[in-house]
């Protein structure tokens, strides 16, 4: 296993459902990602916290709200999702001062959306 | 951004033989180039960097090489095995922490 975690593992929810994505890392990196990745589809970036400061939003719809409390933690808050929001959502950390952004990937949420 | 292809979606291969998966970027050249592997249900692990002024970079029984005019870079496994078979996913520098991958090949070694 790497030093990222992220709980749940699995998750099903209703389009009127509001619930939570959490990832843990204990590299002590300062930066954080949020990827979907889609069956046939490369991995998407959706968002980027370095120093819990939000640096990259990649036009993802508002019914994803990120919070980052804190360098090692990071969530991902859902509401109103829609079918096709149904992916595997990976969380990732690399050291902020890295020139070559090397990222440890969690293990994942495969969250389906009814 | 840049655009990525892998060659292709699925390549299956003798154990014992070399696996070679290609990468194909289309604009700039990046400053670097990454490999990962990524096992069903797990989140990808870093394999492998090279930067654009290294021709050749080598792991143990793996080897990436980087060729900025082509815009391409292989990938090998040696000596493959059963172990080997996983998605392997190529990936480049975007600038400032940020990679963009792409949507990776299948590697089945077959005993």
């Known amino acids: 296993e790497t030093g990222v975690t992220q709980t749940p593992r699995h998750l099903v929810m209703g389009m009127t459902n509001k619930k939570s994505l959490k990832c843990e890392q204990h590299l002590g990196h300062n930066a954080m990602y949020w990827y979907k990745q889609s069956a046939k589809k490369p991995l998407e970036l959706m968002f980027v916290y370095s120093l819990e400061e939000r640096v990259e939003n990649n036009s993802v719809p508002s019914r994803f709200s990120p919070e980052c409390p804190n360098s090692s933690h990071l969530f991902l808050h859902l509401h109103t999702l829609q079918p096709e929001d149904s992916a595997l959502y990976l969380c990732?950390?690399?050291?902020?001062?890295?020139?070559?952004?090397?990222?440890?990937f969690g293990p994942g949420t495969r969250l389906t959306v009814l | 951004s840049q655009k990525i292809e892998q060659n292709s979606e699925a390549l299956n291969i003798q154990e014992g033989k070399t696996a070679t998966l290609t990468c194909n970027y289309t604009?700039?050249?990046?400053?670097?180039l990454q490999w990962y592997r990524q096992d069903p249900g797990r989140g990808p692990v870093f394999l492998l960097l090279i930067r654009e002024n290294e021709k050749e970079k080598r792991k143990e029984r793996l080897k990436v090489t980087f060729d900025t005019t082509l815009k391409q870079s292989l990938f090998h496994i040696t000596a493959s095995q059963p172990a080997d078979s996983a998605t392997y996913l190529c990936a480049l520098d975007e600038g400032y922490q940020k990679v963009t991958f792409g949507t990776g090949t299948k590697l089945q070694v077959i005993p």
């Open positions: 604009n700039y050249s990046p400053a670097y």
């Open positions: 990732a950390s690399s050291p902020e001062k890295s020139s070559y952004n090397e990222q440890f």
